[in-house]
Nanobody, 124 residues
Framework: VQLQASGGGLVQPGGSLRLSCSASGLTFSRYDMGWFRQAPGKEREFVASIRKNGHTYYSDSVKGRFTCSRDNAKNTVYLQLNSLKPEDTAVYYC???????????????????WGQGTLVTVSS
């Protein structure tokens, strides 16, 4: 299984980015997907998750600003980042798991597969 995240970059506060995570080596439609981020000196934290059935979940810090979606035909999950703030600066990782449960989908240890991360820097 390989997950390839892309789309990061430097953006001004208030700006937008769209991250993509392309998956291979798995039957994508059968996997729940997640996004996490890790800022310098901080632990990895949950950002968003989209399950096989399309249901989405977000951390309180990004709810209303970020949108997670998936395209099963392209084996790709997306994270649209709007109204970006300096505190959103981090390396963003995508992750996959065969079957998440609601009580654990916000925890990194619940996911079996991880991508390499893409850096998002929000600065003026």
């Amino acid at each position: 299984v390989q997950l390839q995240a892309s789309g990061g970059g430097l953006v001004q506060p208030g700006g937008s980015l769209r991250l993509s995570c392309s998956a291979s080596g798995l039957t994508f439609s059968r996997y729940d997907m997640g996004w996490f981020r890790q800022a310098p000196g901080k632990e990895r934290e949950f950002v968003a998750s989209i399950r096989k059935n399309g249901h989405t979940y977000y951390s309180d810090s990004v709810k209303g600003r970020f949108t997670c979606s998936r395209d099963n035909a392209k084996n790709t999950v997306y994270l649209q980042l709007n109204s970006l703030k300096p505190e959103d600066t981090a390396v963003y990782y995508c992750a996959a798991d065969r079957s998440l449960i609601l009580t654990t989908l916000r925890y990194a240890h619940a996911y079996d597969y991880w991508g390499q991360g893409t850096l998002v820097t929000v600065s003026s």
